[in-house]
């Protein structure tokens, strides 16, 4: 069972940059679809990046609000980050990291994969 604790958030000027950590326990040594998620109240929970992690690959998909701005990668010890560059007032939110286990996959397939274990989340909030 993966246990996931996000951290990093806080509160940034508009332009700024925040990377946000997902420390995770749990993980086999199998392939993961492992994603970021924003919601605000009132909204549904966006995907903003997702990877498909494996022994020989991190392939990597962006929606279109975050691409260019937002890198996600996970290093060796099972952490997912979140790099967050040129934030905007839109990026305000709460974030959620998510993974669970797929044997197959790619960056694309787990933009639409159904996750099921999410962290507690973590704030942003972006001022101007």
């Known amino acids: 069972l993966v246990e996931l604790v996000e951290s990093g958030g806080g509160s940034v000027q508009a332009g700024g940059s925040l990377t946000l950590s997902c420390t995770g326990s749990?993980?086999?040594?199998?392939?993961?679809?492992m994603g970021w998620f924003r919601q605000v109240p009132g909204k549904e929970r966006e995907g903003l990046a997702h990877?498909?992690?494996?022994?020989?690959?991190?392939?990597a998909y962006y929606a279109d609000s975050v691409k260019g701005r937002f890198m996600i990668s996970r290093d060796n010890k099972n952490t997912l980050y979140l790099q967050m560059n040129n934030l905007e007032l839109g990026d305000t939110g709460m974030y959620y990291c998510?993974?669970?286990?797929?044997?197959?996959?790619?960056?694309?397939?787990?933009?639409?994969?159904?996750?099921?274990?999410y962290g507690q989340g973590t704030q942003v909030t972006v001022a101007s």
């Open positions: 998510a993974a669970d286990p797929s044997p197959i996959g790619s960056g694309t397939y787990c933009s639409t994969f159904k996750y099921y274990t």
């Open positions: 990877i498909y992690s494996s022994r020989v690959s991190k392939l």
């Open positions: 749990g993980y086999t040594d199998g392939a993961y679809c």
